[in-house]
């Protein structure tokens, strides 16, 4: 059971756009900054966004990530088919003295 | 370019012990934590650790007492020695880099291509 709370699964058709909600406390989520990852099948883990809200280089604009209170979410607009893939979130948690991941939210382009 | 190369899984029993590697180039490897992330078959993601860059720890409560984690300057390479395997460690196991460089509560980037530890008799 993850700390941080995510939805097992999103969908929308090519174009659309897809939220991804992540939930969690003021241990995490509420006193620290979220950072997102994208997970292809049978690949490692990348940096999709970090510190809430900002992109690495490479990283579409499309996406996006957002914060407020004790949650985080992001954002895929114009979805196209090379966003099918696991979405991860992650942050500090203060109580725990470690990271905590969201439990994965797996995109579907229909 | 920035790599990390873990290795050293594979198939092992029940209480015996295994030593990984992450092998680091591309960037000064003592400026930086590094962090293992473990993923179960068809699971989600797991924090297992870090070091950090001049040697502090921290661990995942499930791990403590079990698995350590140290590094090796003069060869840019990190290790996560773990001891009494039990099924449940079955995982890929990644290593990261954490940033911002010098800090250890920040974003991974990039990470390993994983190593397989199986853990069956």
């Known amino acids: 059971q993850s700390v941080l709370t995510q939805p097992p699964s999103a969908s929308g058709t090519p174009g659309q756009r897809v939220t991804i909600s992540c939930s969690g406390g003021?241990?995490?989520?509420?006193?620290?900054?979220v950072d997102w990852y994208k997970q292809l099948p049978g690949t490692a883990p990348k940096l999709l966004i970090y510190?809430?809200?900002h992109r690495p280089s490479g990283v579409p604009d499309r996406f996006s990530g957002s914060k407020s209170a004790t949650s985080a979410s992001l954002a895929i607009s114009g979805l196209q088919s090379e966003d099918e893939a696991d979405y991860y979130c992650?942050?500090?948690?203060?109580?725990?003295?470690?990271?905590?991941f969201g439990s994965g939210t797996k995109v579907t382009v229909l | 370019q920035v790599q990390l190369v873990e290795s050293g899984g594979g198939v092992v029993q029940p209480g015996t012990s295994l030593r990984l590697s992450c092998a680091a180039s591309g960037f000064i490897f003592n400026n930086y934590a590094i962090h293992w992330v473990r993923q179960a078959p068809g699971k989600g993601l797991e924090w297992v650790g870090l070091i950090s860059h001049d040697g502090r720890k921290k661990y995942v409560d499930s791990v403590k007492g079990r698995f350590t984690i140290s590094r090796d300057n003069s060869k840019n390479t990190l290790f996560l020695q773990i001891s009494g395997l039990r099924v449940e460690d079955t995982a890929v196991y990644y290593c990261?880099?954490?940033?911002?460089?010098?800090?250890?509560?920040?974003?991974?980037?990039?990470w390993g291509q994983g190593t397989l530890v199986t853990v069956s008799s």
């Open positions: 003021r241990s995490n989520i509420g006193t620290n900054t």
């Open positions: 510190s809430n809200i």
């Open positions: 990261a880099r954490a940033l911002p460089r010098m800090t250890t509560v920040g974003w991974f980037d990039p």
């Open positions: 992650a942050a500090w948690d203060d109580t725990l003295n470690g990271f905590v």
